[in-house]
């Protein structure tokens, strides 16, 4: 079995492949204050809490955007799972052309994003990340990742306002019945959701007319996709476990018996 890791800034996503079947996925806050050892009984807990024995992980495949809780997962995976990660980096084979100024400057999220996209959709694509920020990622029929978009999260940007405006209450990021809201909790919740939305469809309409080829496909993941996709005009796909997909696709193509 296959144990794929992708540490994000917020949350990192975890999950088990028999073969190409995910098996079994968690979720877990990010936090560098964790010490390899707690990260290690997580890790035994949640697989024991699924059945997966420690012996019967064979691989670690892991990407990471949070290099400082890099070290102590990699520990935690050596000591408890007596693995050594397979780690996400320049010179590992993706399947991608980085069309980018400085390729090294690609977060290696947005590599297995697109990875698993252009294999399970096909080309060309655009990948919507709802994460801590909001990516915007294009791959054309060639493979060729030509770079993208970030934007500050929908999460941040609900914070922000919080924080900044003295009299704006923290909400929840829920669809308010009406556009127009009656109170100022729905007020904001309609300005929050259907801000994103409109960002969305604009920024992706733009997207497309730059990469100017037919068939465009839109694929939403992160925590925030159904709910801004089930607005949206033009997103096609929502892919919860994009990342963890990628991470596949990638140990396969890089696997050695």
Known sequence: ???????????????????????????????????????GMLLLSMLEHDGISPGMITDVIMCTVAPPVMHSMSNAIRKYLDKKPILVEPGIRTGINIKYENPREVGSDKIVNAAAAINLYGGPVIIVDFGTATTFCAVNSRRDYLGGVICPGIKISAEALFEKAAKLPRIEIAKPKNV????????????????????????????????????????????????????????????????LEGLQIIYEMNRTE
Request: aromatic share 4%; net charge negative.
């Open 180 to 243: 127009i809201g009656k109170t100022t909790v729905t007020s904001m919740q309609s300005g929050i959701i259907h801000g994103y939305v409109g960002q969305v469809d604009h920024i992706v309409s733009l997207m497309k007319q730059e990469m100017d080829e037919p068939g465009i496909k839109v694929v939403a993941t992160g925590g925030m996709a159904r709910l801004i996709a089930s607005e949206s005009k033009t997103i096609d796909e929502v892919n919860p476990f994009l990342s």
């Open 1 to 39: 079995m296959l144990l794929a890791i992708d540490v994000g800034n917020t949350n990192t996503a975890i999950g088990v492949y028999k073969e190409r079947t995910l098996v079994g996925n968690w979720r877990i806050s990010t936090s560098k204050e964790r010490t390899s050892d707690e990260i």
